[in-house]
């Protein structure tokens, strides 16, 4: 039923929409505005919403770094695998892990010979056994023993060339780690192997003691009565991945296809764990490459704190569009909220996984739906102080507000979707969520915002709009003060560039250069000095807010494979710490080299994709003044984020991107007031132009830089650590790219390029 009503729903908003784009009445197109959102907020509400067990919930399921959970990124052997190895192996771990009792795990193929794990709720304490269930080959096999395998053994003597010497029972330590008991001799080749297994389950002998049953299928139940009756009186030895689990002797013909597994003092825990692995057996080994958890009490926590952090951003940038533009912040209040339902209606309708980057894609959606609002209450302003009627005003700046609004967004949107493109897992969360938030914004802006107005007009006129406002009537010489700029810029570079050269390798995180991330909480604090000592010069120990902000967390990098160690070693020396895991990522060193390689495409093509759209939608000197302006920003975020003594991630790469795009965004408003002079003015020098298009700008330049820090800045404030580092290149990139839009993308333009004039300098839209 509410599928149907979503359908219908969808279908009337779509017809609405055709419909008020091709109306020209106003009074009709203020109805058709009116039921257009109307039927994108009852599409999204009955997407977001649901009634469920008495209980009103939100459809919007929660990703690992907020619900808690493992994810195994496990590579294949071999180079060249079939794509029926690879959905064998899909289809192996599915039953696997389903075996387990997991709530809707997600496995899926992840190119030709690698595939993700996501185990949602899975404690650091579940993570240890999944990781031995994805790793276990279990090649079953049933070889005959070598009639004198003690005397074999004993003497030394060099074995028959169709025999070999397995390890034999494996016991286990105090610390849990399997010892093998001895050797045996046995045939090289299998007698019978795991492929005729039909089901294997965990029981108990006449002891009580665990054993695993296996049973045959019809041809495997065959050949092993066949087997057993002519192997009468002798030894039998059943090999699990080149192991000798038992051995025992063949006293009659097993004929009812069952045979079972003992010995090495297994536990019911283990019987189970062989049973699901026998009856699931992997044909090709694999190799876990990347290994992410966080422990549900965290995932909690960064629940708490990415929502805290949108409401106090969603507050502070509604609250400053009320002051500042009273009425008008009204109607931008409204278009928010409208905003916020759309997106996350959307979210919810696509099936769409929230994590703490998505969380922050919300956030930086708040920012960049006001920037759109602010453009066009700022295009009113000025029509209204060339002494244009109300009417009129709101209408002109509309129409001529819609040029750099869609310019800045179709930029960002580029840089999302090689995000989205060359990313993984919460990377294309936060790019999807990123684009989705600048269609909302845009709907919000451009259909909300304007039929408020033409309603507040139509049936209660305004007879003014009164706003303040902070800058006007500026004459800064700002083409003037290009030198100066530059040469602060090229310091900028420069220092830039040399924090990179120096800090090498310790500049990437191990996202880029593989190794262990371990993060610990503990009820007493260890000085950095003495965990160093404890772990030796390979680890880096750093302590951190945690994700309420309101204590400390240890994070130990370590080389890959060797956080587990760490961690041990922690707990041995420094008893009173209590220390205890809440977070363990593991990246391979092949991983790492592949996301090194993936961020930089993303980075080209990106600046790539923005380059041609600007020059195809102004000049090619347009195009490389935003260019220049996007890596002048880039270099010097890097610069300074490596200052702080910060390492790149994967998510701080979404974040350079994120930078690309509101970088553009800004230098858009300048350069489409640039070419709005040029189209009317053939004889004013350029450097005037440039100036007096810079100085009309500022204050919408300031104002969308202002309202997107103040929610990136409680992002960064309430966030938590999980967001820290994002939040913190975000709030570098807003500062760099403000300061370039004015500085650098303007003056590169005047220098290097030859810009039109007339009215061929702005192309049709």
Same mark, same amino acid.
Request: charged share 20%.
């Given at each position: 039923?509410?599928? #149907?009503?979503?359908?219908?729903?969808?279908?009337?908003?779509?017809?609405?929409?055709?419909?008020?784009?091709?109306?020209?009445?106003?009074?009709? /197109?203020?109805?058709?505005?009116?039921?257009?959102?109307?039927?994108?907020?009852?599409?999204?509400?009955?997407?977001?919403?649901?009634? /469920?067990?008495?209980?009103?919930?939100?459809?919007?399921?929660?990703?690992?770094?907020?619900?808690?959970?493992?994810?195994?990124?496990?590579?294949? *052997?071999?180079?060249?695998?079939?794509?029926?190895?690879?959905?064998?192996?899909?289809?192996?771990?599915?039953?696997?892990?389903?075996?387990?009792?997991?709530?809707?795990?997600?496995?899926?193929?992840?190119?030709?010979?690698?595939?993700?794990?996501?185990?949602?709720?899975?404690?650091?304490?579940?993570?240890?056994?999944?990781?031995?269930?994805?790793?276990?080959?279990?090649?079953?096999?049933?070889?005959?023993? #070598?009639?004198?395998?003690?005397?074999?053994?004993?003497?030394?003597?060099?074995?028959?060339?169709? @025999?070999?010497?397995?390890? @034999?029972?494996?016991?286990?330590?105090?610390?849990?780690?399997?010892?093998?008991?001895?050797?045996?001799?046995?045939?090289?080749?299998?007698?019978?192997?795991?492929?005729?297994?039909?089901?294997?389950?965990?029981?108990?002998?006449?002891?009580?003691?665990?054993?695993?049953?296996?049973?045959?299928?019809?041809?495997?139940?065959?050949?092993?009565?066949?087997?057993?009756?002519?192997?009468?009186?002798?030894?039998?030895?059943?090999?699990?991945?080149?192991?000798? @689990?038992? *051995?025992?002797?063949?006293?009659?013909?097993?004929?009812?296809?069952?045979?079972?597994?003992?010995?090495?003092?297994? +536990?019911?825990?283990?019987?189970?764990?062989?049973?699901?692995?026998?009856?699931?057996?992997?044909?090709?080994?694999?190799?876990?490459?990347?290994?992410?958890?966080?422990?549900?009490?965290?995932?909690?926590?960064?629940?708490?704190?990415?929502?805290?952090?949108?409401?106090?951003?969603?507050?502070?940038?509604?609250?400053?569009?009320?002051?500042?533009?009273?009425?008008?912040?009204?109607?931008?209040?409204?278009?928010?909220?409208? =905003?916020?339902?759309?997106?996350?209606?959307?979210?919810?309708?696509?099936?769409?996984?929230?994590?703490?980057?998505?969380? #922050?894609?919300?956030?930086?959606?708040?920012?960049?739906?006001?920037? *759109?609002?602010?453009?066009?209450?700022?295009?009113?302003?000025?029509?209204?102080?060339?002494?244009?009627?109300? @009417?009129?005003?709101?209408?002109?700046?509309?129409?001529?507000?819609?040029?750099?609004?869609?310019? #800045?967004? $179709?930029?960002?949107?580029?840089?999302?979707?090689?995000?989205?493109?060359?990313?993984?897992?919460?990377?294309?969360?936060?790019?999807?969520?990123?684009?989705?938030?600048?269609?909302?914004?845009?709907?919000?802006?451009?259909?909300?915002?304007?039929?408020?107005?033409?309603?507040?007009? *139509?049936?209660?006129?305004?007879?003014?709009?009164?706003?303040?406002?902070?800058?006007?009537?500026?004459?800064?010489?700002?083409?003037?003060?290009?030198?100066?700029?530059?040469?602060?810029?090229?310091?900028?570079?420069?220092?830039?560039?040399?924090?990179?050269?120096?800090?090498?390798?310790?500049?990437?995180?191990?996202?880029?250069?593989?190794?262990?991330?371990?993060?610990?909480?503990?009820?007493?604090?260890?000085?950095?000095?003495?965990?160093?000592?404890?772990?030796?010069?390979?680890?880096?120990?750093?302590?951190?807010?945690?994700?309420?902000?309101?204590?400390?967390?240890?994070?130990?990098?370590?080389?890959?494979?060797?956080?587990?160690?760490?961690?041990?070693?922690?707990?041995? +020396?420094?008893?009173?710490?209590?220390?205890?895991?809440?977070?363990?990522?593991?990246?391979?060193?092949?991983?790492?080299?592949?996301?090194?390689? +993936?961020?930089?495409?993303?980075?080209?093509?990106?600046?790539?994709?923005?380059?041609?759209?600007?020059?195809?939608?102004?000049?090619?000197?347009?195009?490389?003044?935003?260019?220049?302006?996007?890596?002048?920003?880039?270099?010097?975020?890097?610069?300074?984020?490596?200052?702080?003594?910060?390492?790149?991630?994967?998510?701080?790469?979404?974040?350079?991107?994120?930078?690309?795009?509101?970088?553009?965004?800004?230098?858009?408003?300048?350069?489409?007031?640039?070419?709005?002079?040029?189209?009317?003015?053939?004889?004013?020098?350029?450097?005037?132009?440039?100036?007096?298009?810079?100085?009309?700008?500022?204050?919408?330049?300031?104002?969308?830089?202002?309202?997107?820090?103040?929610?990136?800045?409680?992002?960064?404030?309430?966030?938590?650590?999980?967001?820290?580092?994002?939040?913190?290149?975000?709030?570098?990139?807003?500062?760099?790219?403000?300061?370039?839009?004015?500085?650098?993308?303007?003056?590169?333009?005047?220098?290097?390029?030859?810009?039109?004039?007339? $009215?061929?300098?702005?192309?049709? =839209?």
């Amino acid at each position: 039923m509410i599928q #149907a009503l979503i359908l219908l729903a969808s279908f009337a908003f779509l017809v609405f929409f055709i419909w008020y784009l091709v109306a020209h009445s106003e009074q009709g /197109r203020r109805w058709l505005a009116l039921l257009l959102i109307g039927a994108a907020l009852a599409v999204c509400g009955l997407s977001l919403f649901s009634f /469920r067990d008495g209980h009103w919930r939100v459809n919007i399921k929660e990703g690992l770094d907020l619900k808690g959970g493992s994810q195994f990124t496990i590579q294949l *052997a071999g180079d060249n695998l079939k794509a029926e190895n690879l959905d064998q192996a899909v289809e192996v771990i599915r039953k696997r892990i389903d075996a387990q009792g997991v709530a809707e795990p997600i496995i899926q193929p992840l190119g030709s010979n690698r595939i993700l794990v996501q185990i949602p709720g899975a404690s650091e304490k579940d993570k240890e056994l999944y990781r031995a269930q994805l790793q276990r080959v279990a090649k079953l096999e049933f070889r005959m023993v #070598a009639p004198d395998s003690e005397r074999l053994l004993a003497t030394q003597e060099p074995l028959p060339y169709d @025999y070999e010497a397995l390890p @034999y029972i494996k016991e286990k330590d105090a610390q849990g780690q399997a010892q093998p008991q001895g050797f045996i001799v046995v045939k090289k080749r299998a007698a019978l192997g795991g492929s005729f297994v039909r089901s294997a389950f965990a029981n108990a002998d006449q002891l009580g003691r665990p054993v695993v049953v296996i049973n045959f299928n019809a041809e495997g139940k065959t050949r092993f009565g066949q087997l057993t009756s002519d192997n009468i009186g002798q030894r039998m030895a059943i090999v699990l991945d080149g192991e000798v @689990y038992s *051995a025992p002797v063949i006293k009659t013909a097993i004929v009812d296809g069952n045979c079972e597994i003992s010995g090495g003092n297994m +536990k019911r825990e283990e019987a189970m764990e062989l049973a699901s692995v026998l009856e699931n057996p992997l044909e090709t080994p694999v190799s876990i490459v990347d290994e992410r958890g966080v422990d549900p009490t965290l995932g909690q926590a960064s629940i708490t704190s990415g929502f805290r952090a949108a409401l106090i951003g969603l507050v502070l940038v509604a609250g400053f569009m009320l002051v500042y533009y009273r009425a008008a912040g009204v109607i931008a209040i409204v278009s928010l909220a409208v =905003n916020m339902l759309i997106l996350l209606g959307l979210l919810a309708q696509l099936g769409f996984t929230l994590t703490m980057p998505g969380v #922050a894609g919300i956030i930086l959606t708040i920012g960049i739906g006001v920037d *759109a609002n602010v453009l066009i209450f700022e295009r009113i302003r000025e029509e209204l102080a060339h002494h244009a009627d109300l @009417y009129h005003a709101i209408r002109a700046g509309f129409s001529k507000a819609f040029s750099s609004i869609l310019d #800045a967004n $179709v930029t960002t949107i580029i840089a999302s979707v090689m995000l989205f493109w060359q990313g993984t897992g919460a990377i294309q969360g936060f790019a999807i969520t990123l684009t989705l938030g600048i269609l909302s914004s845009l709907f919000a802006a451009l259909i909300v915002s304007r039929a408020c107005f033409d309603w507040l007009q *139509a049936y209660r006129p305004l007879q003014s709009l009164t706003m303040m406002q902070f800058i006007k009537d500026t004459k800064i010489p700002f083409m003037g003060l290009k030198w100066g700029a530059a040469a602060l810029s090229v310091v900028l570079l420069a220092g830039s560039m040399l924090t990179f050269y120096e800090r090498g390798h310790r500049a990437y995180g191990v996202d880029f250069e593989g190794g262990d991330l371990l993060t610990l909480a503990f009820a007493q604090k260890i000085s950095d000095e003495e965990v160093r000592q404890a772990l030796g010069a390979e680890a880096m120990p750093q302590y951190q807010k945690d994700a309420n902000g309101s204590s400390e967390v240890l994070a130990i990098r370590t080389p890959f494979e060797k956080g587990e160690a760490a961690e041990r070693v922690l707990q041995e +020396k420094f008893p009173q710490a209590e220390f205890k895991r809440l977070q363990l990522d593991k990246v391979s060193a092949i991983i790492g080299g592949e996301f090194r390689v +993936k961020a930089a495409i993303a980075l080209g093509l990106g600046l790539l994709g923005i380059f041609i759209y600007v020059m195809l939608r102004f000049e090619s000197a347009y195009a490389v003044g935003a260019i220049v302006a996007i890596i002048h920003d880039i270099i010097i975020t890097l610069g300074v984020y490596a200052v702080l003594g910060n390492e790149l991630s994967l998510v701080t790469i979404g974040a350079l991107l994120t930078i690309a795009g509101y970088s553009i965004n800004d230098t858009i408003i300048v350069f489409d007031r640039i070419r709005e002079h040029l189209r009317h003015d053939s004889r004013t020098p350029l450097a005037e132009v440039f100036n007096h298009a810079i100085n009309a700008t500022l204050s919408r330049t300031l104002l969308t830089s202002g309202t997107t820090l103040l929610a990136v800045l409680a992002l960064f404030v309430f966030g938590g650590m999980v967001i820290h580092d994002f939040a913190l290149m975000l709030l570098l990139g807003i500062f760099v790219g403000t300061y370039s839009s004015i500085f650098i993308a303007s003056p590169v333009v005047l220098l290097f390029g030859k810009v039109k004039r007339g $009215v061929a300098a702005e192309p049709a =839209n």
